[in-house]
């Protein structure tokens, strides 16, 4: 089947500490997406990359990075530079050229304490 | 930045109630989306709109593209208890050259039984 893996589900870390969140997709989508969900707001994007080894910031990608070296993959880091990083994140992915038919995936919820 | 203003923040309903719920903007969208989202969940596409006026179902559900490319609304009717999630809308816009999606805070719905 189709469809965008994240990995873990749950994932706690220590302050201070580097984590790295997991996308994959074999959707054969070339275009990818990183959102960050808190309570009650709407989906925040920090990077998103519309072809292999090429990203662009979105809103809020201050403290996180990300890399693009396979089309199926895009991993998404969140550094000790970030200063709330507790929250669920979303990968999404679409064809190229239609942002508005994003796909995503089930999330991860970083825990960090 | 654009914002989408998504009411109501939620609603309680008994099972077999229609319900309605819209969003807003003070910005032109050239594509609306409706997402649902499960506990837990990534995000799920329910209906896509691409036309000032477009008016579009899928089962139960139906949502229009208002005229002025400035709102859009999502009916839902004869309500079912698998239908309590949040739902968000989201618009698709140009900015700085390249497209992506501005999501509003979600509705979320309650369905009693």
């Known amino acids: 089947d189709g469809g965008i893996t994240q990995s873990p589900k749950y994932l706690f870390r220590k302050e201070g500490q580097n984590v790295t969140l997991s996308c994959e997709q074999n959707l054969n989508h070339d275009a990818m997406y990183w959102y960050r969900q808190d309570p009650g707001q709407g989906l925040r994007l920090i990077y998103y990359s519309q072809i292999v080894n090429d990203f662009q910031k979105g809103d809020i990608a201050e403290g996180y990075s990300v890399s693009r070296e396979k089309k199926e993959s895009f991993p998404l880091t969140v550094t000790s530079a970030q200063k709330n990083p507790t929250a669920f994140y979303l990968c999404?992915?679409?064809?190229?050229?239609?942002?508005?038919?994003?796909?995503f995936g089930p999330g991860t919820r970083l825990t960090v304490t | 930045g654009q914002q989408l203003n998504q009411s109501p923040q939620s609603m309680f309903i008994q099972e077999g109630e229609d319900v309605s719920m819209n969003c807003t903007s003070s910005s032109i969208f050239n594509t609306w989306l409706w997402y649902k989202q499960d506990p837990g969940e990534g995000p799920v596409l329910l209906i896509a709109l691409y036309k000032a006026g477009e008016l579009t179902s899928n089962g139960r559900l139906t949502a229009q593209f208002g005229i002025t490319r400035k709102d859009s609304f999502l009916n839902i009717s004869a309500s079912i208890p698998s239908d309590v999630g949040i739902y968000f809308c989201?618009?698709?816009?140009?900015?700085?050259?390249?497209?992506?999606?501005?999501f509003g805070k979600g509705t979320k719905l309650t369905v009693n039984p």
């Open positions: 989201a618009g698709n816009t140009l900015q700085g050259g390249s497209e992506k999606l501005v």
């Open positions: 999404a992915s679409s064809i190229a050229g239609a942002t508005y038919e994003q796909y």
